[in-house]
């Protein structure tokens, strides 16, 4: 059973919420470890422990991500609030079209959507951003 603090950098949908909460208990984490010691020799050691390498990846994503979509605000910046995988994309779409009305959900059983043509169409309106080799649309 996952954690309710990993990050599944494999999922079809990342809530960028989720990424600032882990970082959030990464910090606590750290001013554990420290203590009162917050020297370069105590800092070093915690980059070199897992939480402290997961932290530096997880800043160094939302440094990518800082200024790119204005959905969440943290820390002064803002933020897209979702990332969603290349795999997912035109099914993120269809429900995206369908959920605002864009398109009727109870369209007849005789129309056909070219969905994959509509996602490539849709693309256009987000950046990407790569995570551990996936590709992650986002606005």
């Avoid at 994309?89 to 005789?110: A, K, N």
Wanted: a negative charge; hydrophobic letters at 35%.
């Amino acid at each position: 059973m996952k954690t309710k603090s990993e990050i599944d950098f494999t999922a079809d949908i990342i809530d960028v919420r989720d990424i600032i909460e882990r970082i959030e208990e990464l910090d606590t984490e750290y001013e554990v470890f420290v203590g009162d010691d917050d020297s370069d020799e105590i800092r070093a050691a915690w980059d070199a422990t897992d939480a402290g390498a997961e932290l530096s990846t997880l800043l160094m994503l939302m440094e990518d991500l800082k200024g790119y979509g204005g959905d969440e605000q943290w820390r002064g910046e803002w933020y897209p609030l979702t990332l969603i995988s290349e795999s997912y994309f035109t099914q993120y779409v269809e429900e995206m079209l369908i959920d605002c009305g864009t398109i009727p959900s109870d369209l007849p059983s005789w129309v056909h959507i070219d969905w994959e043509t509509t996602a490539k169409e849709v693309k256009h309106d987000y950046s990407t951003i790569d995570i551990n080799g996936l590709e992650y649309f986002y606005r």
